[in-house]
């Protein structure tokens, strides 16, 4: 499994994933999902891949190929985030068309998923959420944050904690706990966690970080969030039983 | 969907669960999905249940009628809370077997699952999960927790915080944190919410919490919760981006 989280504020952007991927639970192994093909000073595409493995990075390969070869429509040369999305969403459906008949034969999913984030000179930084079929969505003001994979784990604390006017440096530690909780909870999302916090205008990626396993930041930070939840926890004063309701009919049947 | 929610302890048993059923996201209603089929001072039995309305009312019912006929075999009458679990896993199968041909004919599924906890006198507390076949695990000292439904939101805040050893207010307390953390991430999981705490021995349920919609203490509740969330969430300190790796290399297709 695979989650990957990005997050758009008034600042700039966040982008996180973890690098488990598993085919059954007996295959487990680590496989980058967080991929920069930035160019410095001009523009910024940070992409993050979900779901059939051979599919993401036969994507991720058309996509570095088409830079290396200097194709006329390449990562570099195409002029917006929304175009850059079309034309990724262009080479997941082209790649999904080679192989699906293949693959679904034998019972096997052509599904995935990619999260786009960053900004060309003189635009707005964008996030995009480009679906299996190659369609699109993208993060807005009321919804600052776009998730694939598993992504059920890690959203309370967004729900919780996360706007468009959040800092950024408060949003990037949003997304490490929301991916420690997420690693907690199932265990085929796991380390190294990528993590990229981009300021808006910059027009370069200077803060990347990556977690490894066992990484004595990463303990830190997660034993400091359990001692929080658990003072924070304990803080909260019991149930109060009081409210009890006398719903003790003899009909259980009707509400 | 639906959400509840079993715990056990060393001193007893918690069990919630939410009163929103949904049809498609255009025919959401009301209603209860725990039902309490105890006999004070000889046995408690608590009963959730989640998935296809139809079918899990239908067992509902029979169990009901069971009882009010006095057939042999009934909730009261059967030795043990393993043969209750065995006895309800075949009520559910009987009723499928009723309706399954009728309702996959128009894609509908018959699928359910349900959570039983109680205790018969002179014999510990337990805690199944019975699984839309008709068979069932319960709940261990390693795993003290079982849920159904829409199950991830609200497991995090019970992997960080829950042990069998764990208080039984405490673990009540955890369990309307749980089903509250799912309320927020999920509109199709709501209030009413039912919780019930049975102290181990007692064999009476004396602690019946039923919160509704707009309820002023599960507003608190609430409020409390994010206050914590958010504080913690401020005292832990700004990522330390010096951790960044130089992990640049200029071929992004190896890690």
Redesign the interface.
């Known amino acids: 499994m695979t989650y990957c989280l990005g997050i758009i504020t008034n600042t700039g952007l966040v982008i996180a994933a973890d690098s488990r991927t598993n085919a059954g639970v007996d295959y487990i192994s680590t ?2 999902k967080l ?3 930035s160019k410095s000073g001009e523009r910024v595409i940070l992409l993050c891949t979900a779901g059939n493995l051979s599919i993401t990075q036969g994507i ?2 058309e996509l ?1 190929r088409d830079l290396k070869t200097q194709e006329e429509i390449n990562l570099h040369t195409l002029p917006s985030m929304y175009e850059v999305a079309r034309y990724i969403g262009s080479k997941l459906r082209k790649i999904q068309e080679l192989d699906e008949k293949w693959l679904k034969k034998d019972g096997i999913e052509p599904q995935c998923s990619m999260l786009l984030g960053g900004q060309i000179k003189g635009q707005d930084p964008a996030l995009f959420l480009i679906y299996s079929q190659g369609n699109f969505i993208h993060a807005t003001r009321e919804t600052p944050f776009l998730q694939i994979g598993e992504t ?6 967004l ?3 996360l706007s468009f006017n959040t800092h950024l ?2 949003a ?3 997304a ?2 929301s991916i420690d ?1 997420t690693m ?2 199932n265990i085929s999302v796991g380390p190294p966690i990528n ?1 990229v ?1 981009y300021e808006k205008d910059t027009l370069e990626v ?6 490894r396993l066992g ?1 004595p ?1 990463l303990a830190e ?1 997660r034993k ?3 001692e ?14 009081q ?3 006398s ?2 009919s003899e009909d ?2 009707i ?1």
């Open positions: 496989y980058r991929f920069d093909f991720v390969s570095d059920k784990y890690g959203k309370p604390i729900d919780r904690t440096e408060a990037a530690k949003c490490l706990l909780s907690k909870s993590l916090l200077k803060n990347w970080l990556k977690l990484d930041y930070i400091l969030w359990e929080c939840l658990k003072q924070g926890f304990n803080n909260i004063p019991n149930i109060n039983w409210h009890r309701t719903d003790t259980i049947l509400d």
